[in-house]
């Protein structure tokens, strides 16, 4: 299990943090959300803005109560990166089955007809973020507790767009984005600073394991074996994704 490190002297602290009128600056929020001294949920999906957000929570003395939802059940690339972060941060994470998983055998996906029949009669729920987040809070008895992410809006012009139009603390649904206001580079010195890695696939497909695609699903079948034959027990015709592109080679 290797992670990957990121040095103090790669990065320097010299981006100008994003301002939107009328926007509260993130650390204000952060500082506004300690001095409440309650608990914050963090939705925790081991890529680099999500270890941004625990580190700048950390740094504003909140307690973090973080969750991780699974795409694909007991990989062990990804089982063990957790443990890490556990170890890291010395706070237990939840580990919780992400809805897109649902979504995925609920289509059908990669499923050979067999299965149909079988998937169908399930009927597996497929709840919305928001439900989620209050089946956690539930679950931890946090029953108000703020639900955080690391959203930035310089990520794409759409999150700008939705961080202006909805702001990043949205009260009635209890959700904050911790450091949307942050740069990659604020980023990148957060983990540097704090001798943060980043987990393994960063080095496989330069992002946390987000999809069924080939540009995941090649590197997991080079990089981890075991885990991508973890995959295809769930999802048994996903080697036809490998196999077409490299037909097409």
């Given at each position: 299990m290797h992670h990957r490190c990121a040095t103090h002297h790669d990065y320097r602290r010299c981006a100008v943090p994003i301002v939107v009128d009328g926007i509260t600056p993130s650390e204000q929020i952060r500082a506004e959300l300690a001095a409440e001294g309650k608990p914050v949920l963090l939705g925790f999906s081991r890529g680099k803005d999500s270890l941004a957000a625990w580190l700048a929570m950390r740094e504003a003395g909140i307690e973090v109560v973080?969750?991780?939802?699974?795409?694909?059940?007991?990989?062990?690339?990804?089982?063990?990166?957790?443990?890490?972060?556990?170890?890291?941060?010395?706070?237990?994470?939840l580990n919780l089955p992400h809805s897109t998983l649902f979504r995925w055998l609920n289509t059908l996906m990669f499923q050979p007809p067999e299965r149909a029949a079988v998937i169908e009669a399930a009927q597996l729920p497929e709840p919305t973020y928001e439900e989620l987040a209050d089946l956690i809070r539930t679950d931890v008895d946090l029953p108000a507790a703020w639900n955080a992410d690391g959203v930035r809006a310089a990520d794409s012009p759409n999150r700008r767009m939705a961080m202006v139009t909805h702001g990043p603390k949205r009260e009635h649904l209890r959700k904050v984005s911790i450091v949307w206001d942050w740069r990659i580079a604020d980023v990148r010195e957060a983990l540097a600073r704090h001798n943060c890695p980043l987990p393994p696939e960063y080095e496989w497909f330069g992002r946390s394991f987000d999809g069924l695609d080939f540009r995941f699903l090649d590197p997991i079948r080079r990089h981890a074996p075991d885990d991508y034959e973890r995959i295809l027990s769930w999802f048994p015709l996903a080697d036809l994704e490998v196999f077409r592109r490299d037909l097409a080679r």
């Open positions: 973080p969750y991780h939802l699974y795409l694909v059940p007991g990989l062990r690339f990804i089982e063990d990166s957790l443990k890490f972060y556990e170890d890291f941060f010395g706070t237990p994470i």
